[in-house]
């Protein structure tokens, strides 16, 4: 390929041609990219890093992409958007609250968000919500109902116990994959039916 301008925004070692062969390959279930680029060292640049060889030399970029699990812990809704979400729809679907698979135990990193839901509870005193648990399709109706419940079950006890909420003013309940915002046939589509929701009573 010719190259039209540097390859890199500092001194490229590269001269304007050169050969760029670009692949993906599996590893461990997940596709790397892996591209490499060769081709003979600009005189250019043999005289920026003071080369004293003088016959033709080539230089190689391998660059090797690894995609990684998103962290967990970044998805937060304020309590003002909790606020506008229940105004406008009556209900807001919440991904902050974290739980292991199959388990109902709140993970340390849903505090931020189970801070701001208390926070919009005690900005409105007048204000009752179900906390609604959803799962997505993995596993059975009857399991995923019964692990529903128990994580809506968790957060109201979280906002009771820890920001002293009144427990009247919350009902949890448990609905499974009943009530979907998308497909389960991709992770993305189940990650996404997998939330918590504040239900305006």
């Known amino acids: 390929m010719g190259f039209q301008s540097p390859f890199a925004s500092d ?5 304007r041609e050169g050969l760029y062969v670009y692949g993906t390959l599996s590893r461990g279930g997940v596709d790397v990219s892996v591209s490499v680029l060769t081709g003979p060292v600009s005189l250019f640049a043999r005289g920026h890093y003071k080369t004293d060889e ?4 080539a230089a190689v970029a391998i660059q090797i992409v690894e995609p990684k699990a998103m962290t967990t812990g970044q998805v937060t ?5 909790i606020g506008k979400g229940l105004d406008a729809d009556g209900r807001i679907a919440l991904y902050g609250i974290y739980f292991d698979t199959g388990k ?3 993970k340390p990193e849903s505090r931020a968000q189970l801070d701001q839901m208390a926070a919009i509870l005690k900005a409105r005193p007048a204000l009752r919500v179900h906390i609604v648990g959803h799962t997505d399709n ?5 399991a995923n109902l019964a692990l529903s419940l128990k994580r809506a079950e968790a957060v109201v006890a979280a906002l009771v116990n820890t920001h002293r909420v009144d427990a009247k003013r919350l009902s949890a309940r448990g609905v499974a ?3 979907p915002v998308t497909g389960n046939r991709t992770e993305a589509g189940r990650a996404l039916n997998r939330r918590v929701e504040m239900v305006e009573q």
């Open 11 to 15: 001194i490229s070692p590269f001269d």
């Open 54 to 57: 003088k016959t033709a030399q």
């Open 77 to 81: 809704v304020s309590a003002d958007a």
């Open 104 to 106: 109902a135990d709140i």
């Open 138 to 142: 993995v596993g059975s109706l009857d």
């Open 177 to 179: 994959s009943l009530s």
